[in-house]
């Protein structure tokens, strides 16, 4: 294997674009040649989970002609994987062509950390990075896709590091995508909990594997005051 | 079609949130059930196989439907059963409203049943100057607040001690405890009475085998059991998705259900009822009725991805896991039937007032990985999520998010053109820079108005990486 594809996701390329440049430099590092998909910009997910069918379907499409089947797609969420993998199946079925595209491409699909330690067969990055964090483990990344344990053998593997341990720390931060700005007063409600959490951690820096965490999380900390930091698993496996 | 309360779960969900002390009740129950769960599931390996089994049981059941409940209606009737099919919930209450009537039935005593709660059927009752009383414990202390259940397995879940020590002393004009223990006893022996007094029973039912004509109940205080037996009428009440084909099949449901539902190995009570009392039997009604309810079911047979809710078992479980019904409780909910499992199955008996339901959940599938019957919730609440936005009557919203919503659908929309959006990206990204202060803005207009309300937004910062 020699190449890969490297879908950014929406919200890292408008929000976090470091989180694209930490996942390129850990792939090329790991001696892969990193495509970018430019011909697609989202997944699709947000029209998806409002029941807007018919836009979801033109943003698989796009995404589907954007790229190479039998290449690696190697993507830093969880959730657009799951996206990707899986929820594609149901959103295309009354299209067979796409539908078959869908099926085709589902293999080579993989979330950073499940790529890494999965497929490369690798855990230590050379990465070396001094602070103390607690990882918050995304929803769609434990619960659809079943990578629970990878992100933290890659974590363990950094020099320097301090892990904390977060309690309850399978509880979904309150994001949701939409749901966050239906619902602001649950999804509020999720997110104290979960930054009560992160602060008796001890924790300097939080990490989760997608940017939709990162956004409920790292604005929630801001909008209170805190100091502690958000950090996409990328930029702690890139930092040297 | 059940009637839905007008009051709006934007409203009641808002209130919820802000009462702690509901929180802490709920937090505290809840992760009570879900550590009792947590030992009796590592103390029985085989736990996913019976899951599996169970899954498989009851998958084959609902596909078979039809062919089980002529089954089980002629092995009913076989054994002295009368067997009556309510199409909706009128139907059912009409029944069971006239059979008490033409009985002269005078106090009626009710087991715990989310399909009695269902139909209204306490509602039904007094109407028709008939006396109902809940026996469960948790459903008799709703019922004398004049509340509806909370939750489908604890229905007084959203109550302390406390509050029910308050209770009792309000209503019975016993001397203020908070012991659970006194609590129970007073509660007890006024049960006790109107147990010996009832003339008419109603029960639900867990599981009725299709095979045998037996109805299942699963229970811990008994009341149940007394229910069905002590009063010279029995009415059982169950959804036509209750069935299963043979009695062996039931082990594997008992191995999960009373272990997912309440942290226990088995309930204290699993009462076999097959017909009415017979000649020679000591206890038992003299007869007995059973109402099988559709009310929406087979609307929901017919829709191969719904299909997979009539699964249930009713455990109650995703409800525990559940990080927005242990926020917000039950009755934020504004339906019978709560949580997860109540957001899939409300829009079918209400119709779009729960309509809204299906988007109050993060898809974060703690749920689904529960579920003892394996229920891909997530995936059957995407799917109403887009029956509910298509069709004739799509749901209307509050306009807030109204207006989010226009925005998401501009976003898909323009999302289609990447090089455009990408250019709008970095011009929102010039724009908004001067309002950010270290990296997030506090303030954001239109569909991101309700984020800024509680939190920061990120300032947005497009690509910058040279392109490869």
């Known amino acids: 294997m020699t190449e890969v594809q490297l879908f950014s996701t929406c919200l890292a390329e408008e929000f976090f674009p470091e989180v694209n440049d930490a996942t390129a430099t850990v792939l090329e590092r790991l001696r892969l040649k990193v495509t970018p998909i430019r011909g697609a910009f989202c997944c699709g997910q947000v029209a998806f989970n409002e029941g807007m069918r018919e836009e979801a379907v033109d943003l698989a499409r796009r995404f589907l002609n954007s790229v190479e089947v039998g290449v690696p797609i190697v993507v830093p969420s969880g959730s657009c994987t799951s996206m990707l993998k899986i929820f594609y199946g149901d959103l295309l079925d009354g299209d067979p062509a796409l539908a078959a595209k869908a099926l085709a491409i589902r293999p080579w699909v993989f979330e950073l950390s499940q790529f890494i330690v999965n497929v490369l067969k690798v855990k230590y990055l050379g990465a070396r990075y001094e602070r103390a964090v607690a990882y918050?483990?995304?929803?769609?990344?434990?619960?659809e896709l079943g990578v629970r344990s990878e992100p933290m053998t890659l974590l363990s593997a950094v020099a320097g590091i301090k892990i904390c341990e977060l309690r309850d720390r399978e509880e979904c931060c309150g994001f949701g995508g939409m749901f966050s700005v239906k619902f602001p007063h649950i999804s509020a409600s999720m997110l104290d909990d979960k930054m009560a959490r992160i602060r008796e951690s001890g924790a300097e820096v939080v990490v989760a594997n997608d940017c939709g965490c990162?956004?409920?999380?790292?604005?929630?900390?801001?909008?209170?005051g805190d100091k502690i930091e958000v950090r996409h698993l990328a930029e702690v496996l890139a930092a040297r | 079609m059940s009637e839905f309360p007008k009051a709006d779960f934007f409203e009641s969900s808002t209130a919820a949130v802000a009462d702690h002390e509901l929180r802490r009740k709920l937090e505290s129950a809840s992760a009570r059930h879900l550590d009792h769960f947590a030992q009796v599931k590592a103390e029985f390996p085989p736990y996913d196989d019976e899951r599996d089994a169970a899954h498989r049981i009851k998958t084959d059941a609902i596909a078979h439907l039809d062919e089980l409940l002529i089954d089980l209606t002629s092995k009913l009737e076989e054994r002295g059963c009368k067997v009556f099919f309510a199409e909706d919930a009128a139907q059912a209450r009409d029944y069971i409203?006239?059979?008490?009537?033409?009985?002269?039935?005078?106090?009626?005593v009710k087991g715990k049943s989310m399909t009695t709660e269902e139909i209204d059927l306490n509602d039904a009752l007094a109407k028709a100057g008939i006396d109902a009383v809940e026996t469960d414990l948790g459903e008799y202390i709703v019922q004398l607040r004049g509340e509806r259940p909370s939750h489908i397995i604890t229905p007084a879940i959203h109550l302390s001690k406390e509050d029910i020590g308050q209770l009792f002393t309000d209503k019975f004009g016993i001397e203020y405890t908070a012991e659970p223990e006194k609590l129970t006893a007073e509660a007890r022996s006024r049960l006790r009475a109107i147990f010996l007094a009832a003339d008419f029973g109603v029960t639900g039912v867990n599981f009725a085998i299709a095979e045998t004509g037996t109805l299942i109940l699963v229970e811990n205080e008994g009341n149940g059991r007394l229910s069905s037996t002590m009063p010279e009428t029995f009415v059982a009440v169950m959804g036509i998705e209750k069935v299963i084909p043979r009695l062996e099949d039931l082990s594997h449901f008992l191995e999960i259900l009373a272990r997912t539902a309440t942290g226990q190995k088995l309930t204290t009570y699993t009462s076999f009822i097959t017909g009415p009392r017979r000649e020679g039997d000591l206890d038992g009604p003299a007869e007995m009725h059973v109402v099988i309810l559709d009310n929406g079911r087979s609307a929901m047979l017919a829709d191969p991805v719904l299909r997979e809710a009539l699964n249930c078992i009713r455990c109650g479980a995703c409800l525990n896991v559940c990080p927005i019904y242990r926020r917000i409780g039950g009755h934020a909910y504004r339906s019978v039937y709560p949580g997860p499992i109540g957001s899939i199955v409300s829009p079918n008996l209400f119709g779009s007032a729960a309509g809204h339901l299906p988007f109050a959940s993060t898809l974060c599938g703690a749920c689904k990985d529960i579920c003892p019957v394996k229920i891909d919730i997530p995936r059957i609440l995407l799917h109403l999520r887009w029956k509910e936005s298509t069709g004739k009557h799509p749901l209307k919203w509050p306009r807030a998010i109204e207006r989010a919503r226009r925005g998401a659908r501009r976003f898909a929309k323009t999302a289609r053109y990447p090089r455009t959006i990408r250019t709008l990206g970095k011009f929102a990204a010039m724009v908004l820079k001067p309002f950010a202060h270290n990296g997030y803005l506090r303030?954001?207009?239109g569909p991101f108005r309700n984020w800024t309300k509680y939190r920061d937004f990120p300032r947005p910062r497009p690509h910058k990486r040279p392109e490869s």
């Open chain 2, 443 to 445: 303030r954001m207009p």
């Open chain 1, 136 to 143: 918050h483990p995304s929803c769609h990344l434990m619960r």
């Open chain 2, 97 to 108: 409203v006239a059979l008490a009537q033409a009985k002269g039935a005078k106090n009626v």
């Open chain 1, 214 to 224: 990162l956004m409920q999380i790292g604005g929630g900390l801001s909008r209170a």
